[in-house]
């Protein structure tokens, strides 16, 4: 799969990761790349309110490297590896456990080295022309209606 959505605003990039929070299932993974300040924390945390309630506080878990929130179905590992120096720390924070029974969403996927699962959804976020317009790139997922 491959295509692209351009976004005008937070609120419709929101409204795309609450799209796709309605395809996620158990063992998922759900990788987001892109610049600082791109877009992914918003996605991110759209799309964890989107599964686990919108009362949830969704904080980005920069300094944590790992926040685990429980869903109604499943739990959803959000991952944001900016700080990892070296592939090898990303085992210790229960990233396998993560892929075996939960949601996996991660950002800066790039610091993930040998630790890439088989099987993800990737999504680009890239600035567009104008100042809240951003252009989201997904590949992966070949057996989903989308």
């Not at 929101?14 to 998922?28: E, G, M, T, Y």
């Not at 790349?33 to 009362?55: H, T, Y």
């Not at 590992?77 to 993560?98: K, M, S």
Request: glycine share 6%; with cysteine; charged share 25%.
């Amino acid at each position: 799969m491959y295509f692209k959505i351009t976004t005008h605003s937070a609120e419709e990039t929101a409204a795309v990761a609450r799209k796709i929070a309605s395809f996620l299932r158990p063992q998922d993974v759900v990788l987001l790349k892109g610049d600082l300040g791109a877009g992914k924390s918003i996605f991110a945390r759209a799309l964890i309110q989107s599964l686990c309630g919108e009362v949830s506080e969704v904080p980005s878990p920069t300094f944590t490297l790992v926040q685990i929130y429980e869903g109604s179905d499943f739990d959803i590992w959000h991952f944001d590896l900016y700080r990892v120096t070296h592939p090898d720390e990303i085992c210790e924070l229960g990233i396998e456990e993560a892929y075996a029974t939960s949601v996996s969403v991660i950002e800066w996927p790039e610091r993930l080295g040998k630790n890439v699962p088989r099987e993800y959804l990737e999504i680009e976020f890239n600035y567009g022309s104008h100042e809240n317009e951003r252009v989201l790139t997904f590949r992966g997922w070949t057996d989903r209606p989308m």
